[in-house]
């Protein structure tokens, strides 16, 4: 496994993370303690030290899991989670955005978590207007004076908004969270060199676009109604795993998994500290842990 630096934090991450989205059930899967237990043990035993998440991904649900399957090994793990989303259904959040009620949201995560700290606290996918209410700001500046937050990031939901990406270091902004992956490069022309002229540390998310790049998934696949991707647009689906197949032809070297292949070509870009891939079981792990010691040219 490499690490690197996670921009301006002094955090030395591993350049594959976990992803953890799916634990909170829109994924197609209810998780047991036990089935992340075994998740994160794999991962740290093969070198993986960092973990995002979020408030919403179910109600703390996938946080409480973690937590749990951690418990007092708690300081092997750097940790990611989010705030300004409150899950209230499948696919359906209502959207907390004051600084009272995103005091409400740390606790609950602190608690869920079982941890006194956060290390990086992330806006989730606000709006320009919201991220902009300096209250929040000094809000998460005093958690993080009192050592509850140890650094603060941003998750953007456009990954071209340069209104918070240009921001960043300004406010003291030190992680850049943003939708990175072979089919979809829109960062690499303004979010990317700005985040790396800024020193600010990158997670790219979706790297495997929602498992497309997997190599699993042919056109024509069907998801069941419980998971996020029946949603997605069918016509953009179909065009994206076409262009799979040329991928897969073309670019990915013989014997190469596409799905290491499809981590390791987001961790080229030298913006890009690490990815966050997701896991829905141990093998999945481990294939995505081995990505970390390839390095494309």
Not at 149 to 157: K, L, P, Y
Not at 215 to 224: A, L, S
Not at 264 to 271: G, Q, R
Request: aromatic residues 6%; neutral net charge; glycine residues 10%.
């Amino acid at each position: 496994m490499r690490y690197r630096v996670l921009g301006s934090t002094g955090l030395k991450v591993s350049v594959i993370g976990v992803g953890t989205w799916q634990l909170g059930g829109e994924w197609g899967k209810a998780f047991t303690t036990e089935e992340v237990t075994d998740m994160l043990a794999e991962a740290r035993n093969r070198g993986v030290n960092f973990i995002d998440t979020a408030e919403c991904y179910g109600d703390h649900v996938a946080e409480r899991l973690i937590g749990a399957a951690i418990g007092r090994a708690r300081k092997d793990w750097i940790i990611a989670t989010k705030f300004g989303h409150k899950f209230h259904s499948h696919m359906n959040r209502i959207e907390p955005r004051s600084a009272g009620e995103i005091a409400v949201q740390l606790e609950d995560s602190l608690r869920a978590l079982g941890t006194d700290y956060i290390d990086i606290y992330q806006y989730h996918s606000w709006g320009d207007e919201q991220f902009d209410d300096m209250a929040v700001l000094e809000f998460l500046k005093k958690q993080q004076r009192a050592g509850r937050i140890r650094h603060i990031g941003v998750s953007i939901s456009k990954n071209t908004n340069m209104h918070q990406t240009g921001q960043c270091a300004s406010r003291g902004i030190e992680v850049l969270q943003v939708i990175y992956n072979r089919l979809d490069r829109a960062p690499e022309k303004e979010v990317l060199p700005s985040a790396r002229g800024q020193n600010v540390g990158v997670l790219a998310r979706v790297p495997l676009a929602s498992g497309l790049l997997s190599g699993k998934y042919k056109p024509g696949v069907e998801f069941p109604a419980d998971d996020v991707r029946a949603g997605h647009d069918r016509a953009l689906r179909e065009a994206r795993l076409a262009e799979v197949e040329r991928i897969a032809r073309e670019e990915v070297p013989a014997g190469m998994a596409m799905s290491q292949w499809a981590l390791a070509w987001c961790l080229k870009n030298p913006a890009v500290t690490a990815v966050i891939p997701g896991c829905k079981s141990v093998e999945q792990v481990r294939a995505n842990a081995r990505a970390g010691d390839i390095e494309l040219q």
